[in-house]
């Protein structure tokens, strides 16, 4: 059973950066896979903040506004989000999700906190 771990959340500043990563836990895993990474706040739904398809083709929530951006490694097994000018509104527990071909992982998500 493959396993997704998230790394590179924690405590920052408004207006600062911080950059996660979602590693697979099999070699050569992810290529044939579309990345994603979801956010959940408190008392909020997950929402999806970004993908990234096979071909390096990337979508972003309307919320990112041009702050984060979402890349892949696939010789790393390795979904990463660079995010920055971050704002509080972006505290949120987030997730990677890859998945395709009636696969479906998700990973145990990474907190994020953005002080005021």
């Known amino acids: 059973q493959v396993q997704f771990v998230e790394s590179g959340g924690g405590l920052v500043q408004n207006g600062g950066s911080l950059s996660l990563s979602c590693a697979a836990s099999?070699?050569?895993?992810?290529?044939?896979?579309?990345g994603e990474w979801y956010r959940q706040a408190p008392g909020k739904q997950r929402e999806l903040v970004a993908s990234?398809?096979?071909?390096?083709?990337?979508k972003y929530a309307a919320s990112t506004d041009g702050r984060f951006a979402i890349s892949r490694d696939n010789a790393k097994n390795t979904i990463y989000l660079q995010m920055s000018r971050l704002k509080s509104e972006d505290t949120a527990v987030y997730y990677c999700?890859?998945?395709?071909?009636?696969?479906?992982?998700w990973g145990q998500g990474t907190q994020v906190t953005v002080s005021s």
């Open positions: 990234i398809d096979t071909r390096g083709g990337t």
């Open positions: 999700r890859v998945w395709g071909f009636g696969d479906d992982y």
């Open positions: 099999r070699s050569s895993f992810i290529s044939r896979y579309t």
